[in-house]
Nanobody, 116 residues
Framework: VQLVESGGGLVQAGGSLRLSCAAS????????MGWYRQAPGKQRELVAA????????NYVDSVKGRFTISRDNAKNTMYLQMNSLKPEDTAVYYC??????????WGKGTLVTVSS
């Protein structure tokens, strides 16, 4: 499974961005997907996750009500709509997929910078 993120960039506080993660290869192995982020000097944290059918989602408390995770299974693509962005959302955002066998797949990341 290969994962490619896009949509990062520089935005002012209060603005919005939409991240995309396109999956290719043996996508039938994917059980669920999620977005992680890692800010400078901090550990990588799970931001949001979604099950294969999209029926279950969860979010870290700091983004609840501002971020929305979604999937388009026909396009093998996952999205993260980020609204009301804050400077503390600045990080490299990584796409993650986990398989039925327990293997994790990762994208290379996309940088989101929120200016105050």
């Amino acid at each position: 499974v290969q994962l490619v993120e896009s949509g990062g960039g520089l935005v002012q506080a209060g603005g919005s961005l939409r991240l995309s993660c396109a999956a290719s290869g043996s996508t039938f192995r994917i059980k669920g997907m999620g977005w992680y982020r890692q800010a400078p000097g901090k550990q990588r944290e799970l931001v949001a996750a979604i099950t294969n059918g999209g029926g279950s989602t969860n979010y870290v408390d700091s983004v609840k009500g501002r971020f929305t995770i979604s999937r388009d299974n026909a396009k093998n693509t996952m999205y993260l709509q980020m609204n009301s962005l804050k400077p503390e959302d600045t990080a490299v955002y990584y796409c993650n997929a986990w398989s039925l066998s327990g293997i994790d797949y990762w994208g290379k990341g996309t940088l989101v910078t929120v200016s105050s």
